[in-house]
């Protein structure tokens, strides 16, 4: 998801930069230059997006939820009753 990330924030700058310069080349804006825009920026957040969920994904892998945690400290605390 990271790589996925990347190439939509990477095609949302590129289009945006295209826009901006054939803005500034042709000196005026037509539909299909404000379309183009939004197409980036859409890309863009997309891109944001997406690395937000891979991230959260990833944290989730490494790290206990508060259930788990609990569930793991009651078992340590009656291994110690037991055993002590």
Not at 3 to 15: E, R
Request: charged share 25%; glycine share 8%.
């Amino acid at each position: 998801m990271k790589k996925l990330s990347k190439i939509l924030m990477t095609i949302g700058v590129i289009l945006l930069f295209v826009t901006v310069f054939e803005i500034l080349r042709i000196k005026g804006s037509n539909l299909y230059l404000i379309v183009m825009a939004f197409m980036g920026c859409i890309s863009y957040y997309s891109g944001l997006i997406c690395g937000y969920k891979a991230t959260i994904q990833e944290y989730e892998k490494n790290h206990d939820t508060p259930k788990d945690y609990i569930k793991k400290h009651r078992k340590d605390c009656l291994k110690r009753k037991i055993g002590g």
